[in-house]
């Protein structure tokens, strides 16, 4: 099999500009990466990897992520 191509550098870029709305609405609501992760169910390391933007998130992820943290999930993937 194939291996996978690597996304586009303008797919990634915004990949990483998801990553820090997220990034800025988990800070304004004053939860840590712990946290949010505790209430998704998901791994830390997985969560952290979804904020640096170095793993494209499900759309179930995000809209969990989203109301974890207490914002509409437009406000999370608005580039």
Do not use: C, F, K
């Not at 840590?32 to 494209?56: K, L």
């Not at 974890?68 to 406000?75: C, H, R, S, Y």
Request: aromatic residues 2%; glycine residues 4%.
């Amino acid at each position: 099999m194939p291996r996978s191509v690597p996304p586009p550098a303008w797919v990634l870029a915004r990949r990483r500009a998801v990553g820090d709305h997220i990034r800025a609405a988990r800070e304004a609501a004053h939860l840590t990466q712990q946290q949010v992760a505790e209430r998704i169910q998901m791994d830390r390391a997985t969560y952290n990897r979804i904020e640096q933007g170095h793993s494209s998130a499900l759309l179930d992820s995000l809209i969990r992520i989203a109301d974890a943290i207490g914002v509409p999930l437009a406000d999370l993937v608005r580039t």
